[in-house]
């Protein structure tokens, strides 16, 4: 494997969409809720490490996550645990990772992914990232893998790339938040929109440079470093960092400002499983067309419908459609499956009114 190499993986969100499953004592990239026998969080090294040496991994989470990561990554050290005191969107935590991988390897080639997104066709992914790695290597390009869009889906953002003939690499014109329904089927019917994967491949000097140019204020506080980035000095340093660093995404600080910016256009079988409706799309359907998980159940007069169980205990819907049934040791959720996006919402509102107990 290529010294050269390094993988980061971001392990720190609470997935709040999977909730009652997901909780911020034990987040859904933590799960297996696919039933594999692999969590999210392992399922993704397990890709990575298909070509990127085992101790040249990186995973980037919340303190409170360090002692779960190392349970269920037993291949990897504390060492390469990058601990953020809070989470603080993407662009903070992409800066600290390329800080620190550059101190170990100045010449690092780096790959980034979310911990909890779901790849069928892992052969496939693989030799895009070897693309993207050969390419980012080559040049001073921002590499992001965009998914050939199957539908015109609000749940993610849209990339927008120039069609150059005969070129697996596309250069990117634009990238668009979440789009309204309307918006969404425009992008779709375009033909040259992708989804954005949230998977990123650059050199470390290439997204520190972008840094240095678009978030000068960022990049200086790290830079102000006195300790390397994973000592115990420097992680106090870090912690003082985050209390005042600017919380903004790698799209909005660097990605939607830089002109260096390359997408590959992939399919792979890729869904970030953002949500129970995402989750009931990829699912093997029975009859009603419902999917179930948990030994004790049944269902009457219900289609169309999720009904998940982490409990031994008997559950019997009738007459839902287009539902979704969570039920967990500590909470039941009984949602529409078109308002899946306002669990989030639901949430906060539990948090606010019931308290963090059941969250």
């Known amino acids: 494997m290529n010294k050269n190499y390094f993988g980061v993986i971001m392990a720190g969100g609470v997935g709040s969409r999977f909730w ?7 987040p859904k990239q933590f799960h297996d809720i696919l039933g ?25 989470t919340l303190g409170e996550y360090v002692d779960l990561t190392l349970q269920q990554l ?18 903070p935590c992409n800066l600290y990772a390329a800080i620190l991988i550059h101190e170990i390897n100045p010449e690092a080639n780096i790959v980034v992914a979310p ?25 001073e390009e921002l590499i992001t893998l965009g998914i050939q869009p199957t539908r015109p889906d609000t749940g993610y953002g849209y990339i927008q790339f120039l069609d150059k003939k005969n070129s697996e690499v596309k ?8 789009p309204g329904i309307e918006l969404a089927e425009v ?10 994967a949230g998977i990123f491949i650059w050199k470390a000097s290439t997204i520190l440079n972008s840094f240095q140019k678009y978030l000068p204020e960022m990049f200086e506080s790290f830079e102000k470093i006195q300790n390397p980035l994973n000592s115990e000095k420097g992680k106090k340093e870090i912690k003082s960092i985050y209390s005042r660093v600017q919380m903004i995404s790698i799209d909005n600080g660097i990605l939607e400002r830089a002109e260096n910016v390359y ?32 030994k004790y159940i049944l269902t009457y007069n219900t289609n169309d419908s999720l009904i998940y169980s982490t409990q031994r205990k008997a559950i019997i819907v009738d007459g839902l459609e287009d539902y979704i049934v969570v039920n967990t040791r500590r909470a039941l959720l009984i949602c529409p499956k078109d308002k899946d ?14 308290g963090e107990k059941f969250t």
């Open 20 to 26: 009652p499953l997901s909780t911020s004592e034990f």
């Open 36 to 60: 594999t026998g692999r969590t999210f969080l392992q399922s993704t090294f397990d890709r990575m490490k298909k070509i990127i040496p085992t101790d040249q991994i990186y995973i980037v």
């Open 74 to 91: 037993p291949e990897i050290n504390e060492n390469q645990i990058i601990t953020e005191p809070v989470a603080m969107n993407t662009a």
């Open 115 to 139: 911990s909890d997104h779901l790849i069928l066709q892992e052969d496939v992914f693989i030799e895009k990232l070897k693309l993207a790695l050969q390419e980012s290597e080559e040049k």
């Open 171 to 178: 250069k990117v014109k634009t990238f668009t938040e979440k």
């Open 187 to 196: 992008l779709y019917k375009s033909g040259d929109f992708l989804w954005n």
């Open 263 to 294: 997408v590959i256009p992939s399919s792979f079988g890729w869904s970030d499983l953002g949500t129970w409706k995402s989750l009931y799309e990829i699912s093997p359907k029975n009859g009603g067309n419902n999917v179930k998980h948990g």
């Open 341 to 354: 996006q306002a669990i989030k919402a639901f949430v906060s509102d539990l948090k606010l009114n019931k």
